[in-house]
Every structure is written in structure tokens, then in C-alpha cells.
């Protein structure tokens, strides 16, 4: 919740075995969130929170067996790989995958 970040990013990382999520945009803008890989989480694994979040860039980023949180918010327990509930951001170039 740091509002505008256009020099910050989450590049080239591998996110495993997590039993919160993966990564949470949340009452940030303007974040880049690209080339990771992300494996067996439990909830949402790449959340934009609110939906007041814009102008993020999230791309070329693979994301595989997610898996229902019963700890979290109630929408994480029919969890989604990415949870985007603002148009007003870019999304491209990303894989879901399951087994």
C-alpha cells in the first residue's frame, strides 16, 4: 500500500511451495511483475488486492498448481493463477498450468 512505484519490479523469480499466496499488488500502482514462475500455492497466486491498483505491468509469467486456501478471504478458496480485478492494467504473455 505504497501507491506509485514505476522504478520497482518483481523480475526473474521463482516462488514455491507458499501457503499464503505468491504475490499481492496491493494499493500500488505502476509495479512490473514479469518472467517468474510460480508452483504450488495455496490462494490466489498473483492478486491485485482492491482493485483501485492500475497501470501494473504483469507478463511472461507461469503459474501452476494452485491450490484452495481455507485460511485466507473466501474467493481464495476457488483460487485463480491471476486474480485481475482492474482492466486498467497490463497483462500479457502469461501461462497457467496445472497437472
Not at 64 to 92: C, F, H, K, M
Request: proline share 4%; hydrophobic share 45%.
Amino acid at each position: 500500500m505504497v501507491g506509485a512505484l514505476p522504478l520497482s519490479f518483481v523480475k526473474n523469480c521463482t516462488i514455491h511451495h507458499s501457503f499464503n499466496r505468491a504475490l499481492s499488488i496491493h494499493g500500488t500502482n505502476n509495479v512490473t511483475i514479469a518472467n517468474n514462475l510460480v508452483f504450488d500455492t495455496r490462494g490466489h497466486a498473483i492478486f491485485i488486492e482492491d482493485g483501485t491498483e492500475e497501470f501494473n505491468i504483469i507478463k511472461d509469467n507461469a503459474v501452476g498448481l494452485v491450490r484452495p486456501a481455507w485460511s485466507l478471504l473466501q474467493v481464495d478458496q476457488t483460487p485463480a493463477a491471476y486474480w485481475i480485478v482492474n482492466p486498467n492494467n497490463v497483462v500479457e504473455n502469461n501461462i497457467a498450468f496445472g497437472r
